[in-house]
């Protein structure tokens, strides 16, 4: 199967940016759309962001204006950039992903701590 792996997560100040990556490195099957969900301590698993082989973008309200999902193919990668962070984005980020056999793909997920 698939297997993504999720890069960039750490720490930053309130305020400031990270840029999180997510690289399917084995292609098993082809992915129609990638995307991040992220989950905090004593919190549901939440969608971020997702992107459509058609480049079709879907946030959750909460990060509208603040993050970008982008992607580049040739690297079978998924980016977040995330701008404006607020301790509220403090969460382990997950890459999801998902085929045209409409099976799901979960990273191990990657820290982002917001934090003065």
């Known amino acids: 199967q698939v297997q993504l792996v999720e890069s960039g997560g750490g720490l930053v100040q309130p305020g400031g940016s990270l840029r999180l990556s997510c690289a399917a490195s084995?292609?098993?099957?082809?992915?129609?759309?990638m995307g991040w969900y992220r989950q905090a301590p004593g919190k549901q698993r939440e969608l971020v962001a997702t992107?459509?082989?058609?480049?079709?973008?879907n946030y959750a309200d909460s990060v509208k204006g603040r993050f970008t999902i982008s992607r580049d193919n040739a690297k079978n990668t998924v980016y977040l950039e995330m701008n404006s962070l607020k301790p509220e984005d403090t969460a382990v980020y997950y890459c999801?992903?998902?085929?045209?056999?409409?099976?799901?793909?979960w990273g191990q997920g990657t820290q982002v701590t917001v934090s003065s």
């Open positions: 999801w992903a998902t085929n045209v056999y409409r099976l799901h793909y």
């Open positions: 992107i459509t082989v058609g480049d079709t973008t």
């Open positions: 084995r292609m098993i099957f082809s992915l129609n759309a």
